[in-house]
Protein backbone atom coordinates (compact mmCIF):
# COMPACT_ATOMS: atom_id res chain seq x y z
CA UNK A 1 0.00 0.00 0.00
CA UNK A 2 2.68 2.09 -0.05
CA UNK A 3 2.75 2.10 -3.83
CA UNK A 4 -0.08 3.87 -3.44
CA UNK A 5 0.74 6.05 -0.80
CA UNK A 6 3.78 7.39 -2.77
CA UNK A 7 1.48 7.97 -6.28
CA UNK A 8 -1.02 10.05 -4.15
CA UNK A 9 1.88 11.98 -3.01
CA UNK A 10 3.32 12.80 -6.35
CA UNK A 11 -0.29 13.36 -7.92
CA UNK A 12 -0.64 15.76 -4.99
CA UNK A 13 2.21 17.53 -6.18
CA UNK A 14 2.44 17.10 -10.08
CA UNK A 15 3.96 20.70 -11.14
CA UNK A 16 1.34 20.86 -14.40
CA UNK A 17 -1.65 19.80 -16.08
CA UNK A 18 1.43 17.81 -18.31
CA UNK A 19 3.12 15.68 -15.99
CA UNK A 20 -0.76 15.11 -13.85
CA UNK A 21 -1.48 13.39 -17.15
CA UNK A 22 1.32 11.53 -17.58
CA UNK A 23 0.53 10.33 -13.87
CA UNK A 24 -3.03 9.16 -14.72
CA UNK A 25 -1.93 7.56 -17.82
CA UNK A 26 0.59 5.46 -15.89
CA UNK A 27 -1.94 4.61 -13.18
CA UNK A 28 -5.55 4.36 -15.41
CA UNK A 29 -4.57 3.97 -18.95
CA UNK A 30 -5.00 0.44 -20.68
CA UNK A 31 -1.48 -0.81 -18.90
CA UNK A 32 -1.65 1.38 -16.41
CA UNK A 33 -1.12 -0.30 -12.94
CA UNK A 34 -4.22 -0.06 -11.57
CA UNK A 35 -5.74 -1.01 -14.22
CA UNK A 36 -3.41 -4.01 -14.04
CA UNK A 37 -4.34 -4.55 -10.74
CA UNK A 38 -7.97 -4.48 -11.77
CA UNK A 39 -7.54 -7.06 -14.50
CA UNK A 40 -6.13 -9.71 -11.75
CA UNK A 41 -9.62 -9.70 -10.43
CA UNK A 42 -10.64 -12.04 -13.25
CA UNK A 43 -7.67 -14.62 -12.27
CA UNK A 44 -8.65 -14.59 -8.22
CA UNK A 45 -10.89 -17.10 -6.63
CA UNK A 46 -13.97 -15.88 -5.42
CA UNK A 47 -13.17 -15.95 -1.81
CA UNK A 48 -9.92 -13.76 -3.07
CA UNK A 49 -12.14 -11.55 -4.85
CA UNK A 50 -13.98 -10.67 -2.09
CA UNK A 51 -11.28 -9.65 0.14
CA UNK A 52 -8.93 -7.85 -2.59
CA UNK A 53 -12.12 -6.15 -5.01
CA UNK A 54 -13.49 -3.83 -2.53
CA UNK A 55 -9.19 -3.17 -2.17
CA UNK A 56 -8.68 -2.61 -5.18
CA UNK A 57 -11.97 -0.58 -5.93
CA UNK A 58 -10.80 1.70 -3.19
CA UNK A 59 -7.38 2.48 -4.93
CA UNK A 60 -9.20 3.12 -7.99
CA UNK A 61 -11.39 5.47 -6.42
CA UNK A 62 -8.45 7.80 -4.26
CA UNK A 63 -6.19 7.55 -7.00
CA UNK A 64 -9.22 9.07 -9.69
CA UNK A 65 -10.05 11.92 -6.90
CA UNK A 66 -6.47 12.74 -6.28
CA UNK A 67 -6.11 13.48 -9.71
CA UNK A 68 -9.17 15.07 -9.97
CA UNK A 69 -8.77 16.93 -6.97
CA UNK A 70 -4.80 17.98 -8.53
CA UNK A 71 -6.20 19.01 -11.88
CA UNK A 72 -8.53 21.80 -10.05
CA UNK A 73 -6.35 23.32 -8.11
CA UNK A 74 -3.42 23.57 -11.11
CA UNK A 75 -6.18 24.80 -13.33
CA UNK A 76 -7.42 27.50 -10.39
CA UNK A 77 -3.56 28.65 -10.29
CA UNK A 78 -3.68 28.60 -13.79
CA UNK A 79 -5.86 30.99 -14.01
CA UNK A 80 -4.52 32.91 -11.36
CA UNK A 81 -1.36 33.48 -12.71
CA UNK A 82 -2.97 34.72 -16.12
CA UNK A 83 -5.33 37.17 -14.46
CA UNK A 84 -2.28 38.57 -12.11
CA UNK A 85 0.27 38.78 -15.23
CA UNK A 86 -1.93 39.50 -18.27
CA UNK A 87 -3.32 43.22 -19.19
CA UNK A 88 -6.03 44.51 -21.84
CA UNK A 89 -4.30 47.23 -23.04
CA UNK A 90 -7.12 49.18 -23.36
CA UNK A 91 -5.75 52.55 -24.71
CA UNK A 92 -4.55 50.61 -27.45
CA UNK A 93 -6.01 51.91 -31.24
CA UNK A 94 -9.37 49.27 -32.15
CA UNK A 95 -8.33 47.28 -34.98
CA UNK A 96 -9.91 49.60 -38.28
CA UNK A 97 -13.13 47.53 -39.43
CA UNK A 98 -14.41 48.54 -42.99
CA UNK A 99 -17.04 51.23 -43.09
CA UNK A 100 -20.06 51.76 -45.21
CA UNK A 101 -20.44 54.75 -47.24
CA UNK A 102 -23.74 56.69 -47.95
CA UNK A 103 -24.60 56.70 -51.86
CA UNK A 104 -24.82 59.74 -53.19
CA UNK A 105 -28.35 59.02 -54.37
CA UNK A 106 -29.13 59.46 -50.07
CA UNK A 107 -26.58 62.16 -50.08
CA UNK A 108 -28.43 64.48 -52.09
CA UNK A 109 -31.88 63.21 -51.37
CA UNK A 110 -30.94 64.23 -47.84
CA UNK A 111 -29.39 67.81 -49.45
CA UNK A 112 -32.80 68.19 -51.15
CA UNK A 113 -34.77 67.24 -47.98
CA UNK A 114 -32.75 70.19 -45.91
CA UNK A 115 -33.01 72.81 -48.73
CA UNK A 116 -36.73 72.46 -49.49
CA UNK A 117 -37.48 71.93 -45.28
CA UNK A 118 -35.77 75.46 -44.88
CA UNK A 119 -38.57 76.94 -48.10
CA UNK A 120 -41.34 75.43 -45.64
CA UNK A 121 -41.85 71.52 -47.62
CA UNK A 122 -43.10 68.34 -46.41
CA UNK A 123 -41.74 65.71 -47.62
CA UNK A 124 -44.44 63.36 -49.12
CA UNK A 125 -43.96 59.78 -50.68
CA UNK A 126 -45.93 57.12 -53.11
CA UNK A 127 -46.07 53.59 -54.17
CA UNK A 128 -43.32 52.70 -57.30
CA UNK A 129 -46.56 50.20 -57.97
CA UNK A 130 -48.80 52.98 -59.41
CA UNK A 131 -52.24 52.66 -60.93
CA UNK A 132 -52.48 53.60 -64.66
CA UNK A 133 -55.39 56.68 -63.42
CA UNK A 134 -52.42 57.86 -61.03
CA UNK A 135 -49.46 57.35 -63.33
CA UNK A 136 -51.57 58.75 -66.07
CA UNK A 137 -55.00 59.63 -66.18
CA UNK A 138 -55.24 62.30 -63.51
CA UNK A 139 -52.21 64.32 -64.75
CA UNK A 140 -54.26 64.86 -67.84
CA UNK A 141 -53.15 62.15 -69.68
CA UNK A 142 -56.36 59.81 -70.52
CA UNK A 143 -55.94 56.88 -72.57
CA UNK A 144 -54.35 57.35 -75.90
CA UNK A 145 -52.61 60.01 -75.08
CA UNK A 146 -49.79 60.65 -77.01
CA UNK A 147 -48.12 61.63 -74.61
CA UNK A 148 -48.06 58.10 -72.52
CA UNK A 149 -45.99 57.06 -75.46
CA UNK A 150 -43.12 59.40 -74.28
CA UNK A 151 -42.52 57.25 -71.27
CA UNK A 152 -41.48 53.81 -72.59
CA UNK A 153 -43.72 52.48 -69.40
CA UNK A 154 -43.12 49.10 -67.78
CA UNK A 155 -46.81 48.09 -67.55
CA UNK A 156 -47.52 45.39 -64.98
CA UNK A 157 -49.34 42.14 -65.62
CA UNK A 158 -53.34 42.93 -65.53
CA UNK A 159 -55.30 41.12 -62.39
CA UNK A 160 -59.41 40.67 -62.88
CA UNK A 161 -61.08 42.78 -61.77
CA UNK A 162 -58.04 45.44 -60.06
CA UNK A 163 -57.17 48.41 -61.75
CA UNK A 164 -54.24 48.84 -64.57
CA UNK A 165 -50.81 49.37 -62.79
CA UNK A 166 -47.94 50.18 -63.83
CA UNK A 167 -44.21 51.25 -62.51
CA UNK A 168 -45.16 54.88 -61.76
CA UNK A 169 -42.58 56.37 -64.84
CA UNK A 170 -42.76 59.62 -62.99
CA UNK A 171 -43.08 61.28 -59.06
CA UNK A 172 -45.76 63.00 -60.64
CA UNK A 173 -48.47 61.08 -58.96
CA UNK A 174 -47.53 61.75 -55.61
CA UNK A 175 -49.04 65.35 -56.68
CA UNK A 176 -52.72 63.85 -57.05
CA UNK A 177 -52.09 61.58 -53.76
CA UNK A 178 -51.03 64.30 -51.57
CA UNK A 179 -53.63 67.00 -52.70
CA UNK A 180 -56.40 64.26 -52.18
CA UNK A 181 -54.57 63.29 -48.75
CA UNK A 182 -54.03 67.02 -47.63
CA UNK A 183 -55.76 68.74 -49.47
CA UNK A 184 -54.78 72.88 -49.94
CA UNK A 185 -52.64 75.17 -49.25
CA UNK A 186 -49.99 72.50 -49.46
CA UNK A 187 -46.45 73.25 -49.83
CA UNK A 188 -43.84 69.53 -50.64
CA UNK A 189 -41.15 67.47 -52.24
CA UNK A 190 -41.50 63.78 -53.36
CA UNK A 191 -38.28 62.16 -54.28
CA UNK A 192 -38.14 58.24 -55.01
CA UNK A 193 -37.79 56.07 -57.58
CA UNK A 194 -39.15 56.04 -60.81
CA UNK A 195 -39.24 53.36 -64.25
CA UNK A 196 -38.42 53.41 -67.56
CA UNK A 197 -37.49 51.14 -69.91
CA UNK A 198 -34.54 52.67 -70.85
CA UNK A 199 -30.85 52.10 -71.07
CA UNK A 200 -27.50 53.67 -71.72
CA UNK A 201 -24.66 55.95 -70.20
CA UNK A 202 -27.66 59.14 -69.17
CA UNK A 203 -30.58 56.56 -68.89
CA UNK A 204 -31.00 53.41 -66.48
CA UNK A 205 -34.31 51.58 -66.06
CA UNK A 206 -34.69 52.98 -62.93
CA UNK A 207 -33.70 56.11 -61.79
CA UNK A 208 -34.52 58.89 -58.89
CA UNK A 209 -36.89 62.13 -59.34
CA UNK A 210 -38.10 64.57 -57.03
CA UNK A 211 -41.12 66.02 -57.55
CA UNK A 212 -42.17 69.65 -55.67
CA UNK A 213 -45.67 71.07 -55.70
CA UNK A 214 -47.24 74.16 -54.25
CA UNK A 215 -51.23 74.87 -54.46
CA UNK A 216 -52.30 77.70 -52.32
CA UNK A 217 -54.61 80.67 -53.19
CA UNK A 218 -52.68 83.11 -55.13
CA UNK A 219 -49.43 81.31 -56.39
CA UNK A 220 -47.87 82.42 -60.02
CA UNK A 221 -45.17 81.55 -62.04
CA UNK A 222 -43.37 84.26 -60.03
CA UNK A 223 -42.78 81.99 -57.36
CA UNK A 224 -41.99 79.06 -59.41
CA UNK A 225 -39.39 80.59 -60.36
CA UNK A 226 -37.98 82.41 -57.37
CA UNK A 227 -38.38 78.80 -55.69
CA UNK A 228 -36.17 76.90 -58.22
CA UNK A 229 -33.64 79.86 -58.73
CA UNK A 230 -32.91 79.35 -54.45
CA UNK A 231 -33.10 75.86 -54.79
CA UNK A 232 -30.55 75.76 -57.45
CA UNK A 233 -28.15 78.18 -55.61
CA UNK A 234 -28.11 76.17 -52.71
CA UNK A 235 -27.81 72.54 -53.57
CA UNK A 236 -24.98 73.98 -56.01
CA UNK A 237 -23.57 76.28 -53.21
CA UNK A 238 -23.04 78.76 -55.87
CA UNK A 239 -24.22 82.66 -55.50
CA UNK A 240 -24.31 82.86 -59.09
CA UNK A 241 -26.39 79.98 -60.54
CA UNK A 242 -28.24 81.40 -63.13
CA UNK A 243 -31.82 79.99 -64.53
CA UNK A 244 -33.62 80.32 -68.04
CA UNK A 245 -37.17 78.93 -68.52
CA UNK A 246 -37.98 77.85 -71.70
CA UNK A 247 -41.57 77.65 -73.07
CA UNK A 248 -42.15 73.53 -72.92
CA UNK A 249 -44.65 71.25 -72.94
CA UNK A 250 -46.34 68.78 -70.28
CA UNK A 251 -49.95 67.87 -70.29
CA UNK A 252 -50.27 68.01 -66.46
CA UNK A 253 -48.66 72.06 -66.03
CA UNK A 254 -49.95 74.92 -68.17
CA UNK A 255 -48.12 76.66 -69.20
CA UNK A 256 -45.24 74.31 -68.74
CA UNK A 257 -41.52 75.59 -69.05
CA UNK A 258 -38.01 73.61 -69.30
CA UNK A 259 -35.92 74.94 -66.96
CA UNK A 260 -31.79 75.54 -67.99
CA UNK A 261 -29.25 76.06 -65.88
CA UNK A 262 -25.75 78.05 -66.89
CA UNK A 263 -22.96 75.92 -67.12
CA UNK A 264 -18.98 77.00 -66.78
CA UNK A 265 -15.72 75.12 -67.36
CA UNK A 266 -13.48 74.85 -64.40
CA UNK A 267 -10.27 72.58 -65.00
CA UNK A 268 -11.84 71.25 -68.08
CA UNK A 269 -15.04 70.17 -66.46
CA UNK A 270 -18.45 71.26 -66.75
CA UNK A 271 -19.50 72.68 -63.71
CA UNK A 272 -23.14 74.27 -62.62
CA UNK A 273 -22.63 78.39 -62.05
CA UNK A 274 -21.58 80.86 -64.62
CA UNK A 275 -23.27 81.48 -67.90
CA UNK A 276 -20.53 79.95 -70.46
CA UNK A 277 -23.78 77.71 -72.18
CA UNK A 278 -27.03 76.12 -70.98
CA UNK A 279 -27.97 72.98 -69.48
CA UNK A 280 -31.52 71.37 -68.98
CA UNK A 281 -32.03 70.01 -65.32
CA UNK A 282 -35.75 70.50 -64.94
CA UNK A 283 -39.03 70.31 -65.62
CA UNK A 284 -41.94 72.33 -63.98
CA UNK A 285 -44.96 74.66 -64.91
CA UNK A 286 -48.03 75.96 -63.80
CA UNK A 287 -50.25 72.82 -62.19
CA UNK A 288 -53.13 71.92 -64.87
CA UNK A 289 -56.45 72.98 -63.83
CA UNK A 290 -57.39 69.77 -64.74
CA UNK A 291 -55.04 68.44 -62.69
CA UNK A 292 -56.03 69.82 -59.65
CA UNK A 293 -59.58 68.76 -60.45
CA UNK A 294 -58.84 65.22 -60.48
CA UNK A 295 -57.52 65.59 -57.05
CA UNK A 296 -60.54 66.65 -56.07
CA UNK A 297 -59.63 70.66 -55.64
CA UNK A 298 -61.67 73.41 -56.88
CA UNK A 299 -59.15 74.88 -59.47
CA UNK A 300 -61.17 78.25 -59.29
CA UNK A 301 -60.08 78.61 -55.68
CA UNK A 302 -56.60 77.25 -55.85
CA UNK A 303 -53.67 76.70 -58.03
CA UNK A 304 -49.89 76.18 -57.82
CA UNK A 305 -47.02 75.35 -59.26
CA UNK A 306 -44.88 71.61 -59.82
CA UNK A 307 -41.50 70.94 -60.87
CA UNK A 308 -40.30 67.44 -61.51
CA UNK A 309 -36.61 66.46 -62.20
CA UNK A 310 -33.69 63.26 -61.74
CA UNK A 311 -31.69 63.19 -58.28
CA UNK A 312 -29.13 61.31 -60.06
CA UNK A 313 -28.94 64.11 -62.29
CA UNK A 314 -28.12 66.40 -60.01
CA UNK A 315 -26.05 64.47 -58.03
CA UNK A 316 -23.83 63.66 -61.05
CA UNK A 317 -23.31 67.53 -61.81
CA UNK A 318 -23.09 68.51 -58.50
CA UNK A 319 -19.66 65.44 -57.67
CA UNK A 320 -18.82 64.78 -61.07
CA UNK A 321 -19.68 61.69 -62.31
CA UNK A 322 -20.56 60.83 -65.68
CA UNK A 323 -21.66 57.22 -66.25
CA UNK A 324 -25.60 56.96 -64.75
CA UNK A 325 -25.17 53.17 -64.45
CA UNK A 326 -22.35 53.09 -62.13
CA UNK A 327 -24.65 54.68 -59.36
CA UNK A 328 -26.55 51.41 -60.11
CA UNK A 329 -23.75 48.64 -60.05
CA UNK A 330 -22.76 48.31 -56.70
CA UNK A 331 -19.18 48.45 -57.38
CA UNK A 332 -17.17 49.41 -54.10
CA UNK A 333 -14.75 51.20 -55.43
CA UNK A 334 -17.09 53.34 -56.98
CA UNK A 335 -18.75 53.60 -53.75
CA UNK A 336 -15.45 54.40 -51.97
CA UNK A 337 -14.42 57.19 -54.46
CA UNK A 338 -18.10 58.84 -54.72
CA UNK A 339 -20.05 57.62 -51.73
CA UNK A 340 -19.75 60.24 -48.76
CA UNK A 341 -18.65 59.19 -44.59
CA UNK A 342 -21.72 58.39 -43.05
CA UNK A 343 -20.32 60.24 -39.61
CA UNK A 344 -18.72 63.27 -41.42
CA UNK A 345 -21.63 64.08 -44.31
CA UNK A 346 -20.20 67.37 -45.47
CA UNK A 347 -23.78 69.09 -45.15
CA UNK A 348 -24.74 71.93 -47.00
CA UNK A 349 -22.74 75.03 -45.32
CA UNK A 350 -25.33 77.52 -45.39
CA UNK A 351 -28.82 75.92 -46.21
CA UNK A 352 -31.31 78.66 -47.79
CA UNK A 353 -31.57 82.29 -46.79
CA UNK A 354 -28.06 82.18 -44.51
N1 LIG B 1 -43.00 64.50 -64.49
C1 LIG B 1 -42.17 65.19 -65.45
C2 LIG B 1 -41.14 64.22 -66.03
O1 LIG B 1 -40.98 63.17 -65.48
C3 LIG B 1 -41.45 66.35 -64.84
C4 LIG B 1 -42.38 67.44 -64.39
C5 LIG B 1 -42.88 67.43 -63.10
C6 LIG B 1 -42.76 68.46 -65.24
C7 LIG B 1 -43.72 68.45 -62.67
C8 LIG B 1 -43.59 69.46 -64.83
C9 LIG B 1 -44.08 69.45 -63.54
O2 LIG B 1 -40.52 64.49 -67.00
Redesign the pocket.
Known amino acids: MSDVQQTLERIASASDLHALDAMRVEALGKSGWVTGLLKTLGQMSPEERQTRGPEIQAIRTQVTDAIAERKAALEAAELERKLATERLDLSLPAPERPQGSVHPVSQVMDELAEIFADLGFAVAEGPEIETDWYNFTALNMPESHPARAMHDTFYCEPRDGEPARVLR ?4 PVQIRAMQQHGAPLRLIAPGR ?1 YRSDSDATHTPMFH ?1 I ?1 GVVIDRSIHMGHLKWTLETFLKAFFERDDVAIRLRPSY ?1 P ?2 EP ?1 AEVDVGWSTVKGRRVVGGQEGWMEVL ?3 MVHPRVIAAAGLDPDEWQGF ?4 GVDRLAMLKYGMNDLRAFFDGDLRWLKHYGFNALAVPTLSAGVGA
Open positions: THTSVQEFFTSGSGAFGT
